[in-house]
């Protein structure tokens, strides 16, 4: 199940704080911040599809993540690469890297990264 992006601008605001009660979410919001009860509906749809919980203390609830931003975004780029990219990683890769202006250096940091898992994976 995926998140809209008013969704995922609360997420994002969750997996930074980690716990929240609403008025904490509000104010990580830059201005114009949303009318609480929009920020309240995010929320419920949110609970409803498992993105989050939260405790009761009194009238109050803190709100947490279920899912972890890794956990979602890996989900997000696998299905790119499934959906747009006949599902071959190599594609992906080298679109991203033709495709973007990453710089020398950006690359090599890449291919860094690259290398490290290609040890990992003869271990």
């Not at 990580?28 to 949110?46: E, F, I």
């Not at 409803?48 to 709100?63: C, H, L, P, Q, W």
């Not at 990453?102 to 003869?122: A, H």
Request: aromatic share 12%.
């Amino acid at each position: 199940m995926q998140l809209s992006n008013s969704e995922e601008q609360v997420m994002e605001h969750l997996w930074k704080l980690k716990k929240a009660f609403m008025k904490d979410i509000l104010e990580a919001y830059p201005d114009p911040k949303p009318a609480t009860t929009t920020l309240a509906t995010l929320l419920k749809r949110m609970i409803d599809k498992k993105f989050v919980a939260y405790t009761e203390f009194g009238n109050s609830r803190e709100y947490y993540p279920l899912v972890k931003k890794e956990d979602y975004f890996s989900k997000h780029v696998n299905g790119l690469i499934k959906n747009f990219f006949n599902d071959s990683a190599s594609q992906f890769a080298s679109f991203f890297t033709t495709s973007t202006n990453l710089t020398e250096k950006e690359l090599q940091e890449l291919r860094k990264i690259i290398d490290v898992e290609l040890q990992k994976k003869k271990k």
